[in-house]
T-cell receptor, first 112, second 114 residues
Framework: TAGITQAPTSQILAAGRSMTLRCTQD?????MYWYRQDLGLGLRLIHYSNTAGTTGKGEVPDGYSVSRANTDDFPLTLASAVPSQTSVYFCASSAGASTEAFFGQGTRLTVV | RKEVEQDPGPFNVPEGATVAFNCTYSNSASQSFFWYRQDCRKEPKLLMSVYSSGNEDGRFTAQLNRASQYISLLIRDSKLSDSATYLC???????????????FGQGTILTVHP
């Protein structure tokens, strides 16, 4: 079914390595988001994009970068992974501010 | 102070019970409000939007109090399948300049037991 897809589902990454988490949606939503979810801290916004070609920083952007070259794709890159980036990462999209956000199934990342 | 705060619980209730969750938000300019549900190791999914006049969807009732800056979720006649984490979500939408900032509370864990 249509929706939002993340890849990979899970990954173990050595500290210091780089990695890109992929996110693709086929709903033509303008807004896309990256969150990380950690026990006791809930979902925290890393970066967001209101429309293709624009991005913005969320609550916890350090160590992460994003790009929005087109409407469908919103990859998240860790340039040099650290153990504190071990988390579950969710990508989401929405048509607008007052509408439902749809989430991908998440990527479980472990940095060792 | 966090932008969105919830009582993390956990709430343990028997089937058939009524349970209520509250959530407070700090930004008075916030425009959109939602309750999401998240099952264990799954992605969050929209439960219901919250409107100024309050709204109901079956056993679920959501209310918004702008003056006190809180929203609530009431679940009546709890079912075993209601066991999940309930996430309060607030979106600031000031003329579209920051509509990308869906902000989540840390979630309230609900367990419904037989």
């Amino acid at each position: 079914t249509a929706g939002i897809t993340q890849a990979p589902t899970s990954q173990i990454l050595a500290a210091g390595r780089s990695m890109t988490l992929r996110c693709t949606q086929d709903m033509r939503h303008n807004a896309m988001y990256w969150y990380r979810q950690d026990l006791g801290l809930g979902l925290r916004l890393i970066h967001y994009s209101n429309t293709a070609g624009t991005t913005g920083k969320g609550e916890v952007p350090d160590g992460y970068s994003v790009s929005r070259a087109n409407t469908d794709d919103f990859p998240l890159t860790l340039a040099s992974a650290v153990p504190s980036q071990t988390s579950v990462y969710f990508c989401a999209s929405s048509a607008g501010a007052s509408t439902e956000a749809f989430f991908g199934q998440g990527t479980r990342l472990t940095v060792v | 102070r966090k932008e969105v705060e919830q009582d993390p619980g956990p709430f343990n209730v028997p089937e058939g019970a009524t349970v209520a969750f509250n959530c407070t938000y700090s930004n008075s300019a916030s425009q959109s409000f939602f309750w999401y549900r998240q099952d264990c190791r799954k992605e969050p999914k929209l439960l219901m939007s919250v409107y100024s006049s309050g709204n109901e969807d079956g056993r679920f009732t959501a209310q918004l109090n702008r003056a006190s800056q809180y929203i609530s979720l009431l679940i009546r006649d709890s079912k075993l399948s209601d066991s999940a984490t309930y996430l309060c979500v607030v979106n600031l939408d000031a003329g579209g300049t920051s509509y990308g900032k869906l902000t989540f509370g840390q979630g309230t864990i609900l367990t419904v037991h037989p």
